[in-house]
């Protein structure tokens, strides 16, 4: 069969096997090859940067003693899904054992955000000294809880609770 | 007789051989004749043997030298052989055998044959063989076309000629291509060692940078993975060392993100603090309605009181109502008046 065929095709042929087999062994060894090595190289690269990383921190001078933060001034929690909730908790049962009603009480995100902040948004209704009791439990006490924006507002008829809507905001960090 | 499994195996054995054949010739028909071995090493080394002894033909750097010896190549003494061995060495050697010790003819073939040139040849063979076919080898040279037929020079040569000669050769260790002499071409017959060995024992610089440039990649495997393994032992070494001096410095931000954190919050007023100042400043007629603190600390303040100049006079002093300017004024119920006030930082 490849007798019939012309010298010219013929050399086309034995060409187009030869590119073929070059091809494949290209595929099949050498571009996994340059992949491993790749790899290995890059890693090396990454375990030099540790390295680096590391003595560049051990070459430099310890930090100086600082003064800790009073544990009692922010809530201690894990992360900060934890830290609102507990300061949820802390403003229903400051509430409650004020006579309040929690018409509600939502974590919210601190404004300007940071991480090292939680907010909830609350809405209060009850008696005058009930109301006054609850600011002067939530904000004298520990920790220290701040309300970033909020309104008071007086019962429309004598005798009727008062309505406060506020963000507290409060700041947490990992126990020690 | 063969088995039909045992013909068959041997009809495929012979096909792919018959392809390897075709394809490596076409291959090499492509690149000019002898190009590689030219271009990988330009000394060569002729050994003539002819009737009488042998003639030696040395060309090195363009420069060609001729050496004659009246004894025959198996008579020779050691020093011959010495001096014959420096000039093969490093050389492309090439023994070649002449008439009466070859036979040479010219076979006529269809053009059909080209690509089953040695099968066309060995059905032939019984023909123009002097001796019977199974005492001599044979080879083909390069066929050319004449008339629209293949003409093909056909070298034989005694198998135990070939035999002295290949054992001499390789007990001395001198590698080389025994060749006939057809008409004026060369035809090799045997090579002295594998005849792949020989033709890539020249370019053996070649070979050498090859084995170097395709050891590169698992050289530099071997490499990245023993500097790895010594970096990873000395980096768990160092986060060893440097774990106490990490956590000092983790504790101490986080005790300057905790003040960042609460720096905010005491600038906030308390609200129970301007409640209780409210009470405490305002007249008791006064009625406050509504108190309302802002993010930016401004605080708004609606009140019904019946003299706004006792309220004024009460609220201007505050610390906790800094700026503070009256926004409004109008008519309450029970002779009162609704007063709204804005301080602000």
Same mark, same amino acid.
């Not at chain 1, 309040?100 to 018409?103: A, D, G, P, R």
């Not at chain 2, 045997?190 to 060692?193: A, D, E, K, L, Q």
């Given at each position: 069969m490849i007798a019939q065929l012309s010298p010219f095709t013929r050399k086309l042929l034995a060409l187009t096997i030869l590119f073929l087999l070059l091809a494949g062994v290209i595929n099949l060894l050498v571009v996994p090859l340059v992949g491993l090595v790749h790899d290995n190289v890059a890693h090396l690269a990454d375990v030099r940067f540790e390295r680096l990383r590391l003595e560049t921190i051990e070459a430099r001078p310890n930090p100086p003693p600082g003064d800790p933060v009073p544990q009692e001034l922010y809530i201690h929690a894990a992360d900060a899904r934890a830290a609102a909730a507990q300061l949820s908790s802390l403003i229903t049962a400051a509430a409650q054992g004020n006579g309040?009603?929690?018409?509600q009480s939502t974590e919210s995100l601190p404004d300007p955000p940071n991480p090292r902040l939680v907010a909830a948004q609350i809405r209060l209704s009850g008696p005058e000294a009930g109301m006054m009791r609850f600011l002067n439990a939530l904000e004298g006490g520990k920790p220290l809880v701040r309300l970033a924006q909020w309104t008071l507002a007086a019962p429309d008829a004598p005798g009727g609770p008062m309505q406060l809507d506020a963000e507290a905001v409060a700041a947490w960090g990992p126990a020690r | 007789m063969p088995s039909l499994s045992e013909a068959v195996q041997s009809n495929l054995a012979g096909m792919i051989k018959d392809a390897w054949h075709w394809w490596v010739d076409e291959l090499r028909n492509i690149l000019p004749r002898d190009s590689l071995v030219h271009f990988a090493q330009s000394a060569r080394t002729d050994v003539w043997l002819t009737r009488t002894g042998v003639e030696v033909e040395h060309v090195a750097g363009g420069i060609g030298r001729r050496f004659a010896n009246d004894v025959p190549l198996e008579a020779f003494e050691d020093k011959d052989w010495e001096q014959l061995a420096e000039l093969m060495r490093g050389s492309r050697v090439r023994v070649i055998l002449q008439p009466p010790r070859v036979y040479a003819t010219q076979v006529r073939l269809p053009a059909a044959a080209r690509t089953r040139l040695r099968h066309a040849v060995a059905l032939q063979l019984q023909e123009f063989s002097p001796l019977e076919p199974d005492r001599v080898d044979w080879a083909v040279g390069r066929p050319k076309i004449d008339g629209g037929q293949l003409a093909v020079d056909v070298l034989l040569a005694k198998r135990s000629d070939l035999d002295g000669l290949q054992a001499l050769f390789e007990g001395l260790e001198l590698p080389c291509q025994i060749c006939g002499l057809a008409g004026e071409d060369l035809i090799p017959l +045997?090579?002295? +060692?594998d005849p792949a060995q020989w033709r890539f024992q020249i370019p053996r610089n070649w070979l050498i940078v090859a084995g170097l440039l395709a050891s590169i990649p698992f050289t530099t495997l071997a490499g990245a993975a023993a500097l790895g393994w010594s970096n990873a032992a000395e980096v768990k070494t160092l986060q060893e060392q440097v774990e106490p001096k990490l956590a000092l410095e983790r504790d101490l931000h986080g005790n300057e993100a905790l003040r960042a954190a609460l720096a905010p919050l005491t600038k906030i007023s308390a609200a129970s603090m301007l409640l209780d100042d409210l009470a405490a400043r305002l007249p008791h007629a006064a009625y406050v309605k509504a108190v309302r603190y802002q993010r930016d600390g401004t605080t708004e303040l609606d009140l019904v009181a019946p003299d706004p100049d006792i309220v004024a006079g009460a609220l201007e002093l505050d610390p906790l109502l800094p700026n503070l300017t009256q926004v409004g004024q109008t008519p309450a119920r029970d002779n009162g008046i609704a007063l709204s006030y804005r301080a602000s930082r």
């Open positions: 309040l009603t929690v018409e | +045997r090579s002295v +060692r």
